[in-house]
């Protein structure tokens, strides 16, 4: 990683090569999307949509219905760029849902009033790595 590149703040880093038209190692990538979705989970407690980003991670969010085995009544799913713009600000809801870089299926799996996840992102130091 450039010296340029904030190690301390994985979302910022992965943004910075997209900004370049790179794509982050993926390790990098792996960081922010976990870290990101952990604050989602945090700030949307529940267990009735379930967030995907493949082939990082998954959480469930949203009070509701728990879910427990099998497919979820709601899902929201897309790529670790899509999420990670989100995330920022970057990118709108309704946008990548009408363009297809995103899918929400279900009752409640429009979560983007909890969109972009606003700083602080953690507890503590202001990033979410």
């Known amino acids: 990683m450039s010296s340029e590149m904030p190690d301390h703040d994985p979302l910022a880093a992965a943004l910075m090569y997209y ?4 794509s982050p190692p993926r390790d990098l990538e792996k960081r922010a999307v976990k870290a990101s979705l952990a604050v989602l989970a945090q700030r949307a407690p529940g267990r009735s949509v379930e967030v995907r980003v493949p082939p990082y991670a998954a959480v469930q969010v949203i ?12 899902v929201v799913e897309c790529d670790a760029r899509t999420w990670l713009e989100l995330v920022a600000g970057l990118a709108q809801w309704h946008i990548v ?15 983007s009033s909890y969109l972009p996840l606003e700083p602080p992102l953690d507890q503590g130091n202001g990033s979410i790595g």
Request: no cysteine; glycine share 16%.
């Open 19 to 22: 900004k370049r038209g790179e």
């Open 63 to 74: 009070a509701g219905a728990t879910h427990r085995r099998g497919t979820p009544p709601a």
């Open 97 to 111: 849902v009408a363009d297809g870089r995103l899918r929400a299926s279900g009752e409640r799996s429009d979560i």
